[in-house]
């Protein structure tokens, strides 16, 4: 119960800052067109000025990936506490491999990261329910 708890705090708390991070860059982004350096820039260049991204899709875009990075590693424990016995041997193994595919397995953390929150939470509460009946 309460490691299922910590990795839900921990990954909110990823979600969270990933967001606050997502606002300033849309923020950032959207303060560029009112510069005029930046747009003398691209239009000396030839290229046509990049549209800023919304507020809304680097908000939840950064909230996800920032959300995916706990929710991969915590997946990845999981899956060699399951199919790896840790011993001398595989342990060097096992911490090469887990370097190497850490972009694979932050993609997939991406991908599951709010449903695996939502799930896990569902999950307490009925077992906090189980206990109490």
């Not at 950064?62 to 424990?77: E, M, N, S």
Request: a positive charge; proline letters at 7%; aromatic letters at 12%.
């Amino acid at each position: 119960m309460i490691k299922k708890s910590s990795s839900i705090i921990v990954i909110v708390i990823f979600m969270i800052t990933g967001g606050v991070i997502g606002y300033f860059v849309g923020q950032t982004q959207q303060n560029q067109l009112l510069d005029p350096e930046y747009i003398k820039f691209w239009t000396d260049s030839n290229m046509p000025v990049p549209e800023p991204i919304s507020y809304t899709h680097a908000i939840l875009g950064l909230l996800v990936l920032f959300g995916g990075i706990p929710t991969g590693i915590i997946c990845w424990q999981y899956f060699l506490k399951k199919y790896m016995k840790p011993d001398r041997v595989t342990s060097p193994l096992t911490g090469l491999l887990s370097i190497m595919l850490f972009p694979i397995y932050t993609v997939i953390g991406v991908i599951i990261c709010i449903p695996f929150v939502v799930i896990q939470v569902m999950v307490m509460i009925f077992e906090k329910a189980k206990r109490i009946i």
